[in-house]
């Protein structure tokens, strides 16, 4: 994910777009730019390949500043990482801009553009953006209105910072399906994709709607909506207190942590649908020729990715129709292995250093895969580094050993890698919306979810003086039921075991009995009915039994069976709801048996070693 700043101030603003870049750092990037319109009424620009610092460099060695400016760290979706690739973009000598976001019909447009005389300097979808500006310019006086008009060729998403030099003194911004922020200060203001890359200058920021353009001077703000009328937003207090260093109000980090996630599905989302489809380039310069290709999956991952994993191969087999293998990393490198045709091999790790699955991965070069794959939450790892493709979870950074948000990030960032594998073996277009509509809602529901935590917290008591567990789920619940039997057993020291409901009757009836609970996650899908009677047969036995049930599927507390109701979810999203209640049931069975919860004993965070 790219990142954005940008300014207009009565002073120099080169030290604030540099230090907002080292700021977005966090996102991942392969270049660095920034522009500003200096006194002399010219633009300055300065781009530089690899991080903030050598950008630093390139300024130190040819100064130039300005009051009104716009930067901009790269992550190449367009072309390869490159100088001319990099951002800021210009037409011409006087107008320059900045983009997050992908633009679906760039190709169209740069036909059209390149004959109407437009020259190329750049392979990035962004440059058909400021050309286009450039020739609306031409005919429209205020750059504001050029740039509404600008924006309703675009289908995609896009966040975007424009100045010019024509047009001194203002800042344009627009915003649709990529995130953009306004920091405003006294006699002056600020953009940016996140506000901690403004907390430098101001704490009171305006979060810009979908649709929204806005227009900055140093004196005002001025904001129109998606239908062009001008409207006001309120102006939001940053809270200090909640930043990746801090708990805030929580007592541990993974609470925090639990409490974050439906904001990280909808930054895991941001930039990469619109309102109804997938913009697939997400997933890098080459996702189309890799996913043309593909016809099977390997999956590699260790512990909680392992588990993200498996969900993934209910849908992709379901929803795409081609073969999908997961393996366990540390048993996938040391056996001899057979690719399929076409595969593509595709590594999961939270902190991509995962010692086992890089080891997988520069295995799987040697075997002869189409292509790699990672899914990861901290660009610039080894794993997103050595892989054709990468794309980031966007979780944010997380403390806890024991995972939760990077876990519901990645299932996110699977479920849209099978939309684009899904695009290529005959998933129409309705079932994409029906999948995008539903990803969208997702935030909202993780948020009820989170707000039974009281009751969670009630029937937490009857787990601290226990020492073994059973999870059950069936389907795609059963990696579900995996993830909550480890999160037990990561924090409170409980042993835990995860089945699939119907195997009950091959060995697992034998633990049951009064001293072990049973927790079972159990939403309104096709295979209801033989849960319930996987219930019943545990309810026979004298099991206590504790379920995690849809609301509307008629399962009710009685005599050793404890419901807590879900909220209803189609049955794609099952996953990323029913995990929520099994990270809080773990957290209060560690916090009533005085474990450490944040770092569990003999965990690592990163396992860098075998």
């Not at 806005?214 to 930043?243: G, P, Q, Y």
């Not at 595969?343 to 895969?369: M, P, V, W, Y």
């Not at 529901?445 to 969670?456: P, R, S, V, Y």
Request: hydrophobic share 40%; with cysteine; aromatic share 6%.
């Amino acid at each position: 994910m790219c990142g954005i700043v940008g300014g207009i101030a009565h002073r120099d603003v080169n030290e604030i777009l540099l230090e907002g870049l080292r700021r977005l750092e966090y996102r991942g990037y392969d270049s660095a730019g920034l522009a500003v319109l200096s006194d002399a009424g010219t633009i300055e620009r300065c781009r530089r390949m690899g991080k903030v610092k050598e950008l630093e460099a390139g300024i130190e060695a040819a100064p130039f500043s300005g009051k009104t400016g716009i930067a901009h760290t790269r992550w190449a979706t367009h072309g390869k990482p490159s100088q001319e690739n990099s951002h800021p973009h210009m037409s011409g000598e006087r107008l320059v801009i900045v983009h997050n976001g992908i633009i679906e019909n760039h190709e169209e447009l740069r036909i059209e553009l390149q004959a109407a005389g437009y020259e190329f300097k750049s392979q990035t979808d962004t440059e058909v953006i400021v050309h286009l500006l450039h020739q609306n310019l031409q005919k429209i006086s205020s750059l504001t209105d050029a740039v509404k008009e600008t924006i309703t060729r675009l289908d995609g998403a896009y966040a975007l910072g424009v100045i010019s030099a024509d047009h001194p003194g203002v800042l344009v911004a627009a915003r649709q399906g990529s995130p953009l922020v306004i920091g405003v200060g006294s006699g002056e203001h600020f953009i940016a994709s996140d506000q901690l890359a403004l907390l430098q200058v101001t704490d009171r920021f305006i979060f810009l709607d979908e649709g929204d353009v806005a227009e900055l001077t140093t004196d005002h703000v001025h904001i129109w909506d998606a239908d062009n009328s001008e409207v006001v937003h309120d102006v939001n207090v940053f809270e200090h207190k909640m930043d990746s260093a801090d708990k805030g109000e929580f007592r541990h980090y993974m609470m925090k942590e639990i409490y974050e996630q439906p904001d990280v599905v909808r930054n895991c989302l941001e930039g990469r649908i619109n309102k109804t489809r997938l913009l697939e380039q997400a997933f890098g310069i080459k996702a189309k020729e890799v996913f043309d290709k593909t016809q099977a999956v390997q999956i590699i991952a260790c512990g909680t990715s392992y588990h993200s994993g498996m969900v993934a191969k209910y849908w992709i087999e379901s929803l795409v129709g081609i073969p999908c293998q997961i393996e366990v990393a540390s048993e996938y490198r040391y056996r001899k292995t057979v690719a399929l045709p076409n595969s593509l091999f595709i590594t999961i790790s939270q902190s991509g250093e995962t010692a086992d699955t890089l080891a997988a991965l520069r295995k799987a070069k040697e075997i002869g895969f189409t292509a790699s794959l990672s899914i990861c939450n901290v660009p610039g790892s080894s794993l997103v580094r050595e892989s054709d493709l990468a794309i980031m979870t966007n979780a944010g950074p997380e403390i806890g050993v024991a995972s939760t948000k990077a876990f519901t990030s990645q299932l996110v960032a699977l479920m849209l890698l099978t939309i684009a594998l899904g695009r290529r073996h005959g998933m129409v277009e309705q079932v994409e919306e029906e999948i995008v509509a539903e990803l969208s809602k997702m935030p909202e529901l993780i948020e009820t979810a989170i707000g039974m935590d009281k009751d969670i917290e009630a029937i937490a008591n009857d787990f601290a003086d226990k020492h073994n567990g059973l999870f059950l789920g069936r389907g795609a619940m059963y990696p579900i039921a995996m993830e909550g039997a480890l999160k037990l057993k990561e924090i409170s020291y409980i042993h835990a075991e995860a089945y699939p409901a119907g195997e009950l009757k091959h060995g697992p009836l034998a633990l049951v009995d009064k001293d072990t609970p049973i927790i079972t996650v159990a939403p309104h899908n096709d295979l209801l009915d033989k849960l319930k009677s996987n219930l019943e047969e545990v309810r026979a036995r004298g099991g206590e039994l504790f379920v995690f049930a849809d609301e509307k599927a008629n399962v009710k507390s009685q005599d050793n069976l404890k419901v807590l109701h879900m909220p209803t979810v189609s049955d794609l999203m099952e996953p990323i709801l029913y995990i929520i209640p099994l990270q809080l049931l773990s957290y209060h069975v560690a916090v009533l048996r005085g474990t450490d919860v944040d770092q569990p004993r003999n965990l690592a965070k990163s396992v860098t070693v075998e």
